[in-house]
């Protein structure tokens, strides 16, 4: 049976409100979710004078600029510690992002982080990379608008140090991502490439592209959530719903469950059904006791209690021991098997 990691991406969908975020945790952690992540960054570290803001940001969020929109939807570093520890008692894992090598110094130092998160635009960040490099933690990179040769760069840069265990994310940075480009077989590819573990970090509208990528064998599902759509911030119209997350974490945990193994076994309902539906050899007329049963007395019907129809070329040119009525189902005890 598999085990999906599942991550709910609040990301900056609390809006800058610690109560908004705590709330987020105690309900998401109801769900069945393995983990709840956020987003740190200092805007001065992440944002130059020249910085603009991607088109679904401008269409999402009314902020003048995108060091505006960042910063009013930042909690402090102690918040992010209440956050951790609301995490630790909700039963979930507590992940977060980092954006800048300050950020992520902070989340290594003070919280015990299950992974490092590398979003999808900060993959040639060497500071950070670097500062990956030298811990030895596990790693999810995420891989949108990176080619093959670009995520095999930064792989690089990780390993510098010594191999790390790294999981890697197939995303689409579209928000929200067209089901055109989503091209979920690039996971088996991502897989082949790197001999490393596949996720798949979803940006689509709906469940259908995170349920087909566990039946891939994505190890990681993430996809962003929010408390209602209709709040002002790039990512509440992307998001799902708690209810939609909801749904998605049973339909993968039944996914699970379906892909079981590789080992054909019947069950004994199957072989109940199969004594009911599979045909059997049956008699056409009246055939007494010492006749030899012919090709010509025989026909396949159902139920599949007696001989198969594969298997008539065990009792053609048999003799009988009694007498069988017409349209009854042959068995072994009305033959002589000497």
């Not at 049956?282 to 006749?291: A, N, Y």
């Not at 009854?328 to 005890?333: A, C, D, L, S």
């Amino acid at each position: 049976m598999l085990n999906t990691y599942i991550v709910a991406e609040v990301g900056p969908n609390h809006n800058g409100s610690i109560e908004m975020a705590i709330e987020m945790v105690r309900r998401i952690s109801k769900i069945g979710v393995n983990a709840v992540k956020f987003q740190l960054s200092n805007p001065d570290n992440l944002y130059s004078l020249d910085s603009f803001k991607a088109d679904y940001q401008k269409k999402n969020d009314s902020s003048e600029t995108a060091k505006e929109m960042s910063a009013k939807r930042q909690l402090s570093l102690d918040e992010h510690k209440i956050l951790y520890n609301e995490c630790r008692n909700n039963k979930v894992d507590y992940l977060c992002t980092a954006f800048d090598s300050e950020s992520l110094i902070f989340l290594d130092r003070h919280l015990d982080l299950p992974y490092f998160k590398i979003a999808s635009g900060e993959i040639f960040s060497i500071d950070m990379l670097g500062y990956m490099s030298n811990r030895d933690k596990p790693i999810i990179l995420s891989t949108g608008m990176a080619t093959f040769s670009e995520i095999e760069t930064t792989i690089n840069l990780l390993n510098r140090n010594g191999k790390k265990d790294i999981i890697l994310l197939h995303c689409i940075s579209n928000y929200p991502a067209p089901y055109r480009g989503v091209n979920l077989n690039v996971m088996n590819e991502l897989k082949k490439r790197f001999q490393y573990p596949v996720g798949f970090s979803d940006h689509t509208i709906g469940n259908d592209c995170a349920i087909a990528a566990v039946a891939l064998g994505a190890c990681l599902i993430e996809k962003h959530v929010t408390v209602d759509k209709n709040l002002p911030g790039p990512d509440h119209k992307s998001s799902s719903t708690i209810g939609e997350f909801a749904d998605l974490v049973k339909s993968i945990r039944n996914i699970e469950i379906a892909m079981g193994s590789s080992q054909k076994n019947i069950s004994e309902q199957e072989k109940e059904i199969a004594r009911a539906v599979r045909k059997s050899i049956v008699s056409i007329r009246v055939l007494e006791p010492g006749e030899i049963i012919k090709e010509t007395d025989i026909c396949f019907k159902r139920p599949g209690t007696g001989f198969l129809p594969i298997e008539k070329d065990m009792i053609i040119g048999k003799r009988l021991r009694v007498k069988v009525e017409k349209d009854r189902v042959i068995t072994r005890n009305m033959i002589e098997w000497q």
